[in-house]
């Protein structure tokens, strides 16, 4: 079983910045778990989770979603299974819960039906 812990939530106010930490550890069809692909994604009440960005290993390209483009950054070690992201100019539409989800094979980076392990996630609230 693949275990994923995201950290670094919290309170910040409008403009504002906050720094999340995804790490994945386990094991998957009997070997150490080896990312190919790890993204994030976010969920507010009442709303379907959405894609926030990703990050694939071997070409070392990123994907954001358009709402994020510019303020927030995905970076990472692929050795540790390890994603962070960066998240500058908050707005309160970034309120939401924040989830990690890494996937050990190629395809789709924005599409969480493509993820099998996700975090526990991490509270993001962003006052005006």
């Known amino acids: 079983q693949v275990q994923v812990v995201e950290s670094g939530g919290g309170l910040v106010q409008a403009g504002g910045s906050l720094r999340l930490s995804c790490a994945a550890s386990?094991?998957?069809?009997?070997?150490?778990?080896?990312?190919?692909?790890m993204a994030w994604f976010r969920q507010a009440p009442g709303k379907e989770r959405e894609f926030v960005a990703g990050?694939?290993?071997?070409?070392?390209?990123?994907l954001y979603a358009e709402s994020v483009k510019g303020r927030f950054t995905i970076s990472g070690e692929k050795a540790k299974n390890t994603v962070y992201l960066q998240m500058n100019s908050l707005k309160p539409d970034d309120t939401a819960v924040y989830y990690c989800?890494?996937?050990?094979?190629?395809?789709?980076?924005?599409?969480?039906?493509?993820?099998?392990?996700w975090g526990q996630g991490t509270q993001v609230t962003v006052s005006s």
């Open positions: 989800a890494p996937r050990n094979s190629g395809g789709s980076i924005d599409d969480h039906l493509t993820y099998d392990y």
């Open positions: 386990g094991r998957h069809s009997g070997r150490a778990f080896s990312s190919a692909v």
């Open positions: 990050i694939r290993w071997i070409t070392g390209s990123t």
